[in-house]
């Protein structure tokens, strides 16, 4: 079974400059996370997908960063500017959902954003 | 909603000591229980997981952990340490209800010294 797939591995760009970080989850996982770690801390949830709708975005810097799902299986996050405190890991992690049971995340390798 | 608190940020071990990582946590309702490792430059890895039952939970690689409701804790534990058990290692908790984020602790930094 193929794992989550992120893109690019590495970026590097300067403030008030624009990225976009690509995800591939799991085959027929409903149920798709980005998380943002920073060095040093623990990852947090920015933003939570089932299927192609959105069901937890309260984390998410709306004025800057944005995330779409369009067709409930690849995702995007977009940071539009860039801040120099958006220098991050960015990890996207993907489940089967469903009601039964508790949800195991299988991580991507992530995505680490430099901003300069 | 929950919170994880690690309360050793790194932890030097020599190998073939025992190791024990510490993690509480807080939530207002029930919760499950993970261990996630991460080696450099790679994704986090789930180690083991408490659902329900048996609250000593075995995982990968040798690693153990205990459920303990009244302390509030699930601390994770190996009785003899590799080399290439060196890594960052995240506790993280997640309600039961519908959403079941993962809400995730600061992390220990696990060195083993030859």
């Known amino acids: 079974e193929a794992g989550v797939a992120q893109s690019p591995r590495y970026k590097i760009i300067e403030k008030r400059q624009s990225v976009a970080f690509w995800c591939n989850p799991i085959s027929g996982h409903a149920t798709l996370y980005w998380y943002q770690q920073i060095l040093g801390q623990g990852p947090k949830l920015l933003i939570q997908f089932q299927n192609n709708g959105v069901v937890d975005d309260s984390q998410l810097p709306k004025d800057r960063f944005s995330a779409e799902r369009l067709k409930g299986v690849d995702s995007t996050l977009k940071i539009q500017p860039a801040k120099l405190e958006d220098s991050a890991v960015y990890l996207c992690?993907?489940?089967?959902?469903?009601?039964?049971?508790?949800?195991?995340?299988?991580f991507g390798a992530g995505s680490r954003l430099t901003v300069l | 909603a929950q919170s994880v608190t690690q309360l050793d940020s790194q932890v030097p071990v020599f190998e073939e000591a025992p190791v024990e990582l510490r993690c509480n946590y807080s939530s207002s309702v029930s919760v499950y229980l993970f261990w996630y490792v991460q080696y450099p430059n790679q994704g986090l890895q789930l180690l083991l997981k408490y659902l329900s039952g048996s609250t000593l939970v075995k995982g990968i690689n040798g690693f153990e952990a205990e459920f303990n409701k009244s302390q509030t804790s699930f601390h994770l534990r190996k009785p003899s340490v590799h080399i290439s058990d060196t890594a960052e290692y995240f506790c993280?908790?997640?309600?039961?209800?519908?959403?079941?984020?993962?809400?995730f602790g600061s992390g220990t930094q696990l060195t083993v010294l030859p």
């Open positions: 992690a993907s489940t089967p959902g469903g009601s039964a049971g508790a949800n195991v995340l299988t």
């Open positions: 993280a908790v997640s309600d039961r209800g519908s959403a079941r984020q993962l809400t």
